[in-house]
Nanobody
Framework: QLVESGGGLVQPGAYLRLSCEVS??????MGWFRQTPEKEREFVASYVWISGLTDYSDSVKYRFTISKAYRESTIYLHLHNLRPDDTAVYFC????????????????????WGQGTQVTVSS
């Protein structure tokens, strides 16, 4: 089970931290995706559980950071310098199998999904 929290309504330039509590799953890696009514689900960031290897989409690189809590089964997404086009429902997801010769950046690589948390960036 994956449970997200931390979304909300913020102004441009603000910071948010999203959390994803993981239970009942032994992931190879975790990911964050986001979706709006106008777009398909978009990759944001991923984290390989054992190695700590991370990957980011170009649109969030250097603004967002994915991390894992020490000794806890929680994945965070730190959203810095938020922009209106970051507005979306953010989902966390768990992948139990490593993709072959590919980064962990496609929805089809993930087996379990949370319910999503809304992030709205508006002045």
């Amino acid at each position: 089970q994956l449970v997200e929290s931390g979304g909300g309504l913020v102004q441009p330039g603000a910071y948010l931290r999203l959390s994803c509590e993981v239970s009942g799953v032994h992931p190879y890696g975790m990911g964050w995706f986001r979706q709006t009514p106008e777009k398909e689900r978009e990759f944001v960031a991923s984290y390989v559980w054992i190695s700590g290897l991370t990957d980011y989409s170009d649109s969030v690189k250097y603004r967002f950071t994915i991390s894992k809590a020490y000794r806890e089964s929680t994945i965070y997404l730190h959203l810095h310098n938020l922009r209106p086009d970051d507005t979306a429902v953010y989902f966390c997801a768990a992948a139990t199998i490593a993709p072959q010769n590919s980064p962990l950046d496609r929805p089809e690589y993930f087996d379990s999904w949370g319910q999503g948390t809304q992030v709205t960036v508006s002045s």
